[in-house]
């Protein structure tokens, strides 16, 4: 496949059908079909199903000590797109699910002893994406008019984040048995709704969807890579399956303007234009018998031939006698000779045609016969009649053009008879060897012309064709959008009608349309076009925040505050709504609006002396971070990763400080945009010895009260507080170094976490016993890990490590 101008692709198209054997084939530029679907997902969080229940669960990987604990994931409304692959194959849609907020805890086991290994915090900004690949077979019309892609049997699950030694795969296996557990409306990608689609012949039933290149040979780098295309290959109602092209077929989207010119189109098979929509008109137009071959093999019929109708009967005789006057008008003359035109294929030349002619419809009739004559002069007593025989040649050629005109407000399609481009030519030659019918011939002619002109100049005097209404055809992915707006048709062979995919000619689009912004901030929102008494409204996308800040009446967006965001982040929906052309209108944006401008991950990890790790942060804003380090005593290192500008790989020292098993590294990550200072800081705990014994909250301990105490068990109990060597290693809150109790701050800032270590000293020839704890803030919601890493049993099959918590 390759790009050409729509003179170049007009002209490759001529004698042939590229509907593959389907009723009728619509393209749409891919760039500009995945624009519309962003549309779609964004609208699509203002209804019950867009939204996912946050979930948690654990997943458990490596020899099932390793555990996932994940908290309160939110995974954004599914955002559908189309890939592109080889059209031989079956096509694909990539559904996307971006993690847009909750907490990720790993725990590990290490002699018996389970500990918190990592703390991940969830958010928009370099979060995790979880996506599946839908093989799309049908997309059904139904009886209702909804278009619906069900993506309820994806087969690849993949997931951009990796645990532990669990590849994308792996984990994205992990997350199948969530999304199948999920309602079936949920899984099921309305593209719109078609309110009373009922068109004649012109009526999907279905349709089969391809998504292909414009440039098989194109490669990464090059200027066309990823430009193609997402066809819909249509049948109607009692039609029939076609096939599908291949990487060699012509690309049927032209190229004019760098491809900005044509970004959208629909094929019209010559088989229902000329077989099934004309066929009928015009034998009743032309009248005189006239029938058309059936469409067969054996008539010149093929998937991949453009067909025409060819006349199979029918036609005009005329008995034409002429009498006249000879010699001064003394004597009488009769010249006659049966004249007819046929319609079908016969010895006076090809059959009676209606075809595609490029630019136009095109009836061709074109014969020329070799006819018998008879003339007789009836001399007076004593001669008698002279009677003279010959041939004479009638030749009769009538062509009429129709213009296809597509209506540009419309879509319709419908065809004008162009007098000027069309012709008729009659001339009988052959006895001008006769004295008498060298000039009585001048007088002659005229007559058989009057006779057959207005019978043949009344054929098809107009075509009485219905208007083809293409607003389905062209509007089957996205109805409620009316976006494919065509201007330009052909009929080299199929009918092909070119246009633009151009939304803002029946909607308004607001923008941004997806955005990440700072707690307090503000965002300017502009409508193109703009309507008329344009009403803005705000809210937040999943209910669980009553704040979703305030929009002016000029569309200025201000964010709530950091105070106002307990979860730390709000996604909230900016609506507009007004008329445009007197039509209703309204258009949606999302915003996520975040209490950091930096998102690292993780938060909080731990790590083996001398072990190394990679650590992350980016901001929503885009642009260089500072990395700091702000206790380098440790020894530790920070290098960047080739390919990933937003990454440290990081080496953690070998600290040697006496009865130190445990020391905390910190990194503050800062950026300064307009003389403000955002920070955010990454910590890593060096494990300078193993742990040797889990972390216990004492039976008293009440988590919802904000305050627990941690303890030390053995084989008797509690080991008594004051026998443990206590420490807060980092975090938040205040903690009392002697009987352990910790108590965390009456205000949370989201991502916040305690880590708490415990040492009872060795004694001769019996090693030390070290335990630490990180756990998530508040305590009410993540101190369970602590159990649940101690009590939750892996399934012994990776395909049942999927479970709910």
């Known amino acids: 496949m390759s ?14 059908s590229l509907t593959y054997g389907w009723d009728a084939v619509t393209l749409y530029d891919q760039r500009k079909a995945n ?9 699509r969080f203002d209804t019950e199903s867009g939204y996912f229940e946050p979930l948690s ?39 996307t699910l971006k993690m847009v907020a909750g907490m990720i805890v790993s725990t590990n086991e290490r002699l018996g002893a389970h500990y918190i290994k990592q703390i991940l915090q969830v958010l928009p900004v370099g979060g995790p994406s979880l996506w599946m690949d839908q093989p799309l077979t049908k997309g059904n019309v139904s009886g209702l008019g909804e278009v619906i892609i069900d993506i309820d049997k994806a087969e690849t699950f993949m997931a951009n984040f990796v645990m532990g030694s669990l590849a994308q795969e792996d984990v994205g296996r992990r997350f199948k ?38 440039s098989y040979l194109s490669v990464l780098g090059d200027e066309d890579y990823g430009d193609g295309a997402v066809m819909l290959f249509i049948k109607f109602k009692d039609g029939e399956d076609g096939t599908f092209p291949n990487t060699k077929s012509i690309y049927l989207l032209p190229s004019d303007e760098c491809g900005l010119a044509y970004t959208g189109a629909i094929l019209l098979s010559s088989r229902v234009l000329f077989d099934i929509i004309m066929r009928g008109p015009a034998v009743a137009d032309i009248g005189h018998g006239i029938k058309f071959l059936d469409y067969t093999p054996e008539n010149g019929a093929g998937k991949d031939i453009a067909w025409s109708l060819k006349a199979g009967a029918g036609g005009v005789s005329h008995k034409f006698i002429h009498n006249y006057k000879v010699r001064d ?25 209606i075809k595609g002619g490029g630019e136009r419809i095109e009836f061709v009739l074109d014969k020329v016969y070799t006819l018998p004559f008879s003339r007789v002069i009836y001399w007076q007593w004593p001669s008698n009649e002279q009677w003279d025989y010959g041939q004479i040649v009638f030749t009769c050629k009538h062509t009429v053009s129709f213009d296809v005109v597509v209506d540009n407000d419309t879509g319709c399609v419908s065809f004008t008879r162009d007098e000027r481009s069309s012709s008729f030519d009659l001339s009988v030659t052959g006895f001008e060897n006769l004295f008498d019918l060298k000039w009585e011939g001048i007088r002659m002619v005229p007559l058989i012309e009057a006779f057959y002109r207005p019978k043949l100049e009344g054929i098809l005097q107009s075509l009485t064709t219905p208007v083809l209404d293409t607003f389905i055809l062209r509007n089957l992915l996205f109805p409620g959008h009316n976006a494919l707006h065509l201007r330009e048709a052909f009929v080299p062979g199929d009918l092909a009608v070119f246009g633009q995919i151009d939304p803002l000619r029946s909607t308004t689009v607001l923008t941004p349309a997806n955005s990440n912004i700072e707690a307090g901030s503000a965002l300017q929102f502009f409508l193109t076009p703009s309507p008329d008494n344009v009403v803005w409204k705000v809210r937040d996308a999943d209910g669980s925040n009553k704040e979703a800040g305030t929009i002016s009446d ?7 505050s950091q105070a106002e965001l307990p979860d730390g982040l709000v996604t909230v929906i900016i609506t507009a709504e007004g008329h445009l052309n007197g039509q209703p209108v309204k258009s949606s944006a999302l915003v996520t609006v975040l209490n950091n401008t930096i998102s690292v991950n993780p938060l909080y990890i731990s790590c083996d002396a001398a072990g190394t790790t990679e650590l992350s942060a980016e901001s929503i804003s885009g642009g260089t971070l500072e990395w700091t380090h702000l206790t380098p005593e440790w020894g530790s290192t920070l290098t960047e990763v080739e390919g990933k500008p937003n990454s ?6 070998r600290p040697t400080t006496p009865g130190t098993p445990f020391v905390m590294d910190r990194f503050e990550i800062t950026k300064t945009q307009n003389g403000n200072i955002s920070k955010a800081y990454i910590h890593v705990l060096i494990l300078v010895e193993r742990v040797n014994t889990p972390m216990w909250l004492s039976e008293d301990s009440d988590p919802s009260s904000g305050t627990v105490q941690f303890e030390l068990r053995g084989k008797n109990g509690p080991i008594e507080s004051k026998k443990v060597t206590w420490k807060m290693l980092g975090g938040v809150g205040s903690f009392d170094d002697i009987t352990g109790i910790y108590t965390e701050p009456s205000f949370i800032v989201p991502g916040s976490f305690v880590v708490v270590s415990g040492t009872l000293p060795g004694g001769i020839g019996a090693p030390a016993i ?36």
């Open 329 to 353: 008008d003394d004597f009488d003359a009769t010249f006659t000779t049966d004249l007819h035109v046929n319609f079908k294929a016969d010895e006076g030349g090809p059959a009676l045609t």
């Open 648 to 653: 440290r790989e990081y080496r953690a020292g």
């Open 554 to 560: 000029s569309g200025l967006y201000r964010a709530p």
């Open 177 to 214: 048995e969530y999304f199948l557990t999920l309602p079936a409306a949920q899984k099921k990608f309305s593209l719109g709704s078609i309110d009373g689609f009922e068109n004649g012949v012109l009526t999907p039933n279905s349709f089969e969807i391809k998504v292909v290149k414009a």
């Open 35 to 43: 624009e519309l679907l962003l549309q779609l997902y964004i609208e």
């Open 770 to 805: 070290n335990a630490y704890v990180a756990v998530p803030l508040p305590l009410v919601n993540y101190v369970e890990i602590l159990a649940a890493a101690e009590d939750y049993e892996c399934p012994e099959t990776p395909s049942d490590s999927f479970s709910s918590i």
């Open 3 to 16: 790009q050409m101008t729509v003179v170049e692709l007009v002209a490759a198209m001529k004698g042939k």
């Open 57 to 95: 669960m654990v997943v458990c990987w490596g020899d099932g000590k390793e555990k996932e604990h994940i908290f309160n994931l939110k995974l954004s409304a599914p955002r559908l797109s189309f890939e592109t692959s080889d059209p031989a194959l079956d096509p694909r849609a990539r559904l």
